[in-house]
């Protein structure tokens, strides 16, 4: 049996307001049998006058004028079935039990009301009828918790299909404060299976009487029962809470409306259109050129006619490691479409001509060139499609031909003091679009730490992206080709190119820079670069320990080692990189590489 069905089930309840006149209460379900609602139900109240009550009760002769005779009941039951969707039936006593058993056929549910839980006459009767397909109400006003447990569990023998339980009790009329709608809540969440009523019976002229059921249904009521009469100025008993046609009409409407705003797909249609229609989706801010990613930073938020793709999906396909395919104009939209894969290189700087240690890429730590150490370590970076030795043209790098790994490193020769344009011409070779940049210095270039910057470069749609702190040669850096061929638009030639790193960090207002912080475990003082006799040193012990322990070349691993052996960190502690400690040299960069972008217009 499913009372899932939206809206909820309206139960009539006729109590009492026919007097005992039985033409009138057939009136009653003709009239409010044309209220159209998909869930109506009626609810009566069959009794004896003998056994509900004693003659010394107050009402015995009230109900002696409201009974029935059981054939009367036949005809009622009857013929409220051909007027509402389900009929119930109160059970006050065993004369209820009986009419029951004897139109069962034509009975939805039956209901007792919590002033009968404890009558076992009726429990006991009602264990002999099947009841397996019927609905028992029972109402559980005045009871605690636990009680309400033991009945739920007492009517489960009695194997009806389904159980509700029902708050409201019959004071006519109720006041506000005791409708018990705070109650429901509570029963759900105590009982979540079982579906609830709630009955009120507040004055049927107070304004709550077609608002209190709609709140009752927001806390999650399945069922709603409202009394019903003709007439409230005529009807003798069972009146106050009576709400008559028209003003059922009204609680109907109401019920209905809450249905409708209350269900549907959380999205619905409607608002899936006006959404599309005026959502204000990211333009360019600025003219994008090809080969760039795309920040937050380069884009408004305009309504336009335009067909593209929202942040998010930009973002997505930018975390698939591409870069845009096309120059996108100021204020135009941007398409996954638009959007390439980026061919990604890591690209190795060298060159013979060291000062400190003569030839130095090429000088033997535990028996292999130290060139060869750095690109073994960046053969280990994952996501770069090719890794890239770029020496001069110089015949002084001759010699550094023949160090590519057995082709599993490219070679590219070109501009020998110019970094950037080398960098550019070996990009333009091989169809780069994003530069992991390492100098050959660095044997122990760290690939964990290459593919966090990776992601968040390209994550952020940043031109740079390096590690705001990290060992002294565990580190690359990450620029987009694009960014680097506006360096050498902007001045024609980067002479001091050597130290890539001061045109995109003192260029913050031009390029797009992302500085970010390692996770803890991958920073250490140490330092990793070969500069220094003292740093060839320090390698060939580190590599001799990491061989003797069976360790890989992994970050992890050399750290371990180092902060297990203070006598080997300990060989070239005490030198320093100029870049970071000669002032002179660090004001010369800073002027040097300062671009000035109106100077450049002029």
């Known amino acids: 049996m499913n009372l899932n069905n939206k809206p909820p089930i309206l139960i009539f309840e006729c109590a009492n307001a026919h007097g005992g006149d039985q033409d009138l209460l057939k009136s009653t379900f003709s009239q409010f049998?044309?209220?159209?609602?998909?869930?109506?139900?009626?609810?009566?109240?069959?009794?004896?006058?003998?056994?509900?009550?004693?003659?010394?009760?107050?009402?015995?002769?009230?109900?002696?004028?409201?009974?029935?005779?059981?054939?009367?009941?036949?005809?009622?039951?009857?013929d409220a079935k051909k007027n509402f969707d389900g009929v119930w039936l109160d059970i006050f006593d065993c004369y209820g039990v009986q009419v029951l058993e004897e139109n069962l056929e034509y009975i939805f549910g039956i209901k007792l009301q919590a002033s009968v839980l404890d009558n076992f006459e009726i429990y006991a009767a009602l264990r002999h009828i099947n009841l397996s397909n019927k609905v028992l109400m029972i109402n559980v006003?005045?009871?605690?918790?636990?009680?309400?447990?033991?009945?739920?569990?007492?009517f489960s023998h009695c194997k009806v299909g389904e159980i509700i339980l029902q708050v409201g009790h019959q004071a006519y009329p109720t006041e506000l404060k005791d409708t018990g709608l705070q109650k429901i809540s509570v029963l759900k969440a105590c009982f979540p299976e079982i579906k609830i009523c709630m009955a009120d019976h507040?004055?049927?002229?107070?304004?709550?009487?077609?608002?209190?059921?709609?709140?009752?249904?927001?806390?999650?009521?399945?069922?709603?029962?409202?009394?019903?009469?003709?007439?409230?100025?005529?009807?003798?008993?069972?009146?106050?809470?009576?709400?008559?046609?028209?003003?059922?009409?009204?609680?109907?409407?109401?019920?209905?409306?809450?249905?409708?705003?209350?269900?549907?797909?959380?999205?619905?249609?409607?608002?899936?259109?006006?959404?599309?229609?005026?959502?204000?989706?990211?333009?360019?801010?600025n003219r994008l050129n090809a080969g760039s990613l795309v920040a937050q930073s380069d884009l408004v938020y305009r309504r336009t006619g335009q067909a593209g793709a929202n942040f998010r999906e930009i973002l997505d396909a930018q975390k698939l490691y591409s870069v845009?395919?096309?120059?996108?104009?100021?204020?135009?939209?941007?398409?996954t479409s638009q959007l390439k894969p980026a061919r990604i290189a890591t690209i190795v700087a060298c060159r013979m001509k060291s000062s400190r240690l003569k030839n130095k890429a090429l000088i033997n730590v535990v028996g292999r060139p130290l060139i060869e150490?750095?690109?073994?370590?960046?053969?280990?970076?994952?996501?770069?499609?090719?890794?890239?030795?770029?020496?001069?043209?110089?015949?002084?790098?001759?010699?550094?031909?023949?160090?590519?790994?057995?082709?599993?490193?490219?070679?590219?020769?070109?501009?020998?003091?110019d970094v950037i344009q080398r960098y550019l011409d070996a990009c333009d070779e091989y169809g780069i679009d994003v530069v992991?940049?390492?100098?050959?210095?660095?044997?122990?270039?760290?690939?964990?730490?290459?593919?966090?910057?990776?992601?968040?470069?390209?994550?952020?749609?940043?031109?740079?992206?390096?590690?705001?702190?990290?060992?002294?040669?565990?580190?690359?850096?990450?620029?987009?080709?694009?960014?680097?061929?506006?360096?050498?638009?902007?001045?024609?030639?980067?002479?001091?190119?050597?130290?890539?790193?001061?045109?995109?960090?003192?260029?913050?207002?031009?390029?797009?820079?992302?500085?970010?912080?390692?996770?803890?475990e991958m920073l250490r003082e140490y330092r990793l670069t070969v500069d220094y006799p003292e740093d060839l040193?320090?390698?060939?012990?580190?590599?001799?320990?990491?061989?003797?322990?069976?360790?890989?070349?992994?970050?992890?691993?050399?750290f371990d080692v180092l902060d297990e052996s203070p006598e080997i960190a300990g060989l070239n502690s005490h030198l320093s990189l100029a870049y970071k400690t000669d002032k002179i040299l660090i004001n010369r960069l800073n002027q040097a590489t300062k671009i000035n972008i109106l100077q450049q217009s002029l």
């Open 141 to 154: 006003s005045g009871y605690n918790l636990s009680s309400i447990q033991d009945f739920i569990a007492l």
């Open 436 to 520: 992991i940049r390492v100098t050959a210095d660095c044997p122990m270039i760290s690939p964990e730490i290459a593919k966090i910057l990776l992601e968040q470069h390209f994550r952020s749609g940043a031109d740079y992206t390096a590690a705001k702190n990290s060992a002294v040669g565990t580190a690359c850096e990450i620029y987009n080709t694009e960014a680097l061929r506006r360096v050498i638009g902007y001045l024609g030639k980067a002479e001091h190119s050597e130290y890539m790193t001061w045109y995109m960090q003192n260029n913050q207002d031009i390029f797009k820079v992302e500085l970010i912080d390692l996770p803890p």
């Open 202 to 285: 507040i004055s049927a002229v107070d304004d709550m009487a077609c608002i209190l059921p709609i709140l009752g249904v927001s806390e999650g009521a399945n069922l709603i029962e409202k009394h019903i009469c003709l007439d409230r100025a005529k009807a003798k008993y069972d009146h106050s809470a009576a709400l008559e046609f028209n003003e059922i009409q009204v609680l109907v409407n109401r019920l209905t409306g809450y249905s409708l705003a209350k269900g549907g797909a959380f999205i619905s249609l409607s608002e899936k259109d006006y959404l599309e229609k005026s959502i204000q989706i990211p333009v360019a801010g």
């Open 33 to 78: 049998g044309l209220i159209s609602y998909p869930n109506k139900h009626i609810k009566l109240q069959p009794f004896h006058y003998d056994t509900i009550a004693l003659p010394d009760f107050p009402y015995y002769e009230v109900y002696k004028e409201l009974y029935f005779s059981r054939l009367q009941w036949i005809d009622l039951i009857k």
């Open 373 to 417: 150490h750095c690109l073994n370590s960046c053969l280990g970076i994952e996501s770069a499609d090719l890794t890239i030795l770029a020496t001069s043209n110089l015949p002084e790098d001759d010699v550094l031909e023949t160090y590519t790994l057995n082709g599993g490193v490219k070679l590219w020769r070109g501009e020998p003091d």
């Open 537 to 558: 040193t320090f390698f060939e012990r580190l590599y001799k320990e990491l061989d003797q322990r069976n360790l890989s070349i992994k970050l992890k691993n050399i």
């Open 324 to 335: 845009l395919a096309d120059d996108i104009q100021l204020n135009s939209t941007i398409k």
